[in-house]
């Protein structure tokens, strides 16, 4: 079943995602959580793992199980954010006063953000429309209509980590396609 899933999942069938998702949210998150202890945190690497396993599938080896597949991107992407966290807090402790830091560290837009930001409106909005519908509407609701996450569930009918993961892959997507204008 899970390499037919798999198969599936590689030819972009968004239902095979969403089965492959849901078998395996539970099993990553409560990793996670085990691990760092902080929910949050547990929450936000799953979600990452999700975008970069279907973003990377066809790298995918039959030889090892999806879900140890996952663990290992998840594993990688925690280790990133330490590494991160211990690169800020030098460039912190060196250069800005503790006060200010929280603030800071909050308002800054991931890199996929920082690059939408920057872009010309028409040409936004142009490569937005190029976006599969689900991806257009996604990211009209959280971006021009300032939807929260848990109001994009409630309005499209999809379970939370599903928009999570979605608004990240829509992203991606827009950030993809700005790169290459």
């Not at 142009?126 to 569930?153: A, G, V």
């Amino acid at each position: 079943m899970e390499e037919e899933l798999i198969f599936q999942a590689k030819k972009n069938d968004q239902k095979a995602f969403q089965v492959l998702f849901d078998l395996n949210w539970e099993y990553l998150y409560n990793y996670q959580l085990k691990r760092i202890g902080n929910s949050q945190i547990a929450e936000e690497i799953s979600i990452q793992t999700f975008t970069k396993a279907f973003d990377r599938l066809d790298s995918f080896d039959p030889k090892f199980t999806f879900k140890t597949w996952l663990i290992t991107i998840s594993k990688n992407l925690h280790l990133d954010q330490i590494r991160k966290e211990k690169s800020l807090k030098k460039i912190q402790s060196d250069h800005i006063d503790d006060s200010n830091t929280h603030m800071i560290i909050d308002n800054m837009p991931s890199p996929e953000e920082g690059m939408i930001i920057n872009q010309n409106l028409d040409e936004l909005l142009n490569t937005i429309k190029s976006l599969k519908k689900e991806y257009r509407k996604i990211l009209q609701l959280r971006f021009f209509e300032d939807y929260s996450y848990k109001e994009i569930s409630l309005e499209l009918n999809q379970p939370l980590n599903t928009v999570k993961v979605k608004i990240l892959r829509a992203k991606r997507l827009l950030a993809e396609k700005l790169n290459k204008k």
